[in-house]
């Protein structure tokens, strides 16, 4: 069973028990996401603000992130190159649009952007929309725009050859992370896979309350993952990161 904390020392002895506790009276966590909606909303719209003041990670998270792309996804880029298919994106948790400025236009031809603040997603809308972004390639654009929380969405069939799911994961619920991953599969091409990037403690979790986050350990996630019928292909540990911060690990599944 894996035990807890949050900021205030206040230790839970499941994950269970915190659930519980932040659970309204008619059964859902509505209250818990929205207090996350509402940190967020309240926040800079920019790479430093939505990175925690941690801008200049940006560019050496876009970094593990290419190359783990390159890697995992190389037949289908090739087939991309070649014309004989459309690479398609799911940004989760979009924020203002950094992921997908900075690392999923390079790649796919389609991005589509889902996250809960309209703070933010109006900024990637602005910045992503009507005109042409260095580095991306003529042809690739960011093409819906979703305001929703992962526990709401619900997936257009067989769309996406990625769902990449970056620093969001941790705001949801045990049993949504679970029934995302039962939707996001039907989202997913025949070959399609999800990748989480996420903090991670080094055992149990971490609550954080002010923005309705809980950041789990290795273990915790591979029991997750597991409890989601998805099967772990690559668990990498994301290099050169500030060692004050949480360690962050590229996590790719694809459907059992």
Not at 72 to 95: E, F, K, P, S, W
Not at 171 to 197: E, H, I, N, P, W
Request: charged share 25%; aromatic share 10%.
């Amino acid at each position: 069973m894996h035990k807890g904390t949050d900021h205030d020392g206040r230790n839970f002895e499941s994950p269970n028990e915190l659930w519980q506790q932040e659970q309204d009276h008619d059964g859902t966590h509505k209250t818990w996401y929205q207090k996350a909606v509402n940190y967020w909303d309240q926040q800079e719209a920019s790479y430093n603000g939505v990175l925690g003041g941690y801008g200049y990670v940006s560019d050496i998270d876009v970094k593990g992130s290419k190359q783990l792309i390159e890697k995992i996804l190389r037949t289908q880029l090739d087939q991309a190159a070649q014309g004989q298919r459309t690479l398609v994106a799911l940004d989760c948790g979009a924020g203002v649009g950094r992921v997908s400025q900075e690392l999923l236009l390079h790649y796919f031809q389609e991005v589509d952007l889902l996250e809960p603040s309209s703070h933010l997603l109006n900024m990637a809308k602005q910045t992503l929309t009507g005109r042409r972004l260095v580095g991306v390639p003529p042809g690739h654009n960011a093409v819906n725009f979703y305001l929703q929380g992962l526990q709401e969405h619900v997936f257009e069939p067989q769309r996406y050859d990625c769902v990449w799911i970056q620093w969001c994961m941790l705001y949801l619920t045990d049993d949504d992370v679970v029934q995302f991953f039962s939707r996001a599969r039907t989202g997913l091409k025949s070959d399609g896979l999800v990748v989480v990037k996420e903090n991670i403690c080094k055992e149990g979790f971490v609550v954080d309350k002010d923005d309705s986050s809980l950041t789990r350990s290795n273990t915790y996630m591979l029991e997750l993952f597991g409890k989601s019928n998805m099967e772990v292909l690559y668990n990498v540990k994301q290099k050169n990161f500030p060692k004050e911060l949480f360690e962050v690990r590229m996590y790719v599944l694809r459907p059992r």
